[in-house]
């Protein structure tokens, strides 16, 4: 367990390097929305006119938060499929593989710190099967590791 400074230093740190903006751009800061030209706008005699964008609004498209009984089992679920799937002879004998994606899933529906530590030890399985980490996965992991250690 680290000291609660090195995980405050690097909430800081991670402030810093902006981890933790927003994640949604900030398009067309001034400019009229009727400015902008629109990629499918029909050429010709209607070219003036506007196509209707989906009726779907922000509302309608609004994540629901797993329950935490559903969040821990699908956990579990996850966690048991990746262990079965990875290593240099994995124990599964089906021809599924395991998606770099499924790691993001795991540091997003672990809850607590021991989860967390659960995930770790398949991190040596996964470099013996020949593969690596990509940068957003790191982040990922240390973004969740130090939001866990803060709301201890």
Avoid at 32 to 40: D, G
């Amino acid at each position: 367990m680290y000291p609660r400074w090195v995980s405050v230093l690097a909430f800081c740190i991670s402030l810093a390097i902006g981890w933790f903006t927003p994640s949604f751009p900030v398009l067309n800061q001034g400019t009229p929305q009727s400015a902008i030209p629109e990629k499918n706008a029909p050429q010709g005699a209607h070219a003036g006119t506007r196509i209707a964008a989906s009726s779907s609004s922000p509302a309608s498209r609004a994540r629901k938060r797993l329950d935490p009984v559903t969040r821990a089992t699908r956990f579990d679920e996850l966690y048991s499929f990746v262990k079965d799937h990875i290593g240099r002879k994995p124990v599964a004998n089906d021809a599924l593989q395991v998606r770099n994606s499924a790691w993001m899933h795991l540091f997003g529906l672990a809850t607590q710190p021991a989860q967390l530590e659960r995930v770790t030890e398949l991190f040596f399985k996964w470099r013996e099967s020949e593969r690596n980490f990509d940068d957003k996965q790191v982040q990922a992991f240390i973004r969740k590791r130090i939001t866990l250690l803060l709301t201890l």
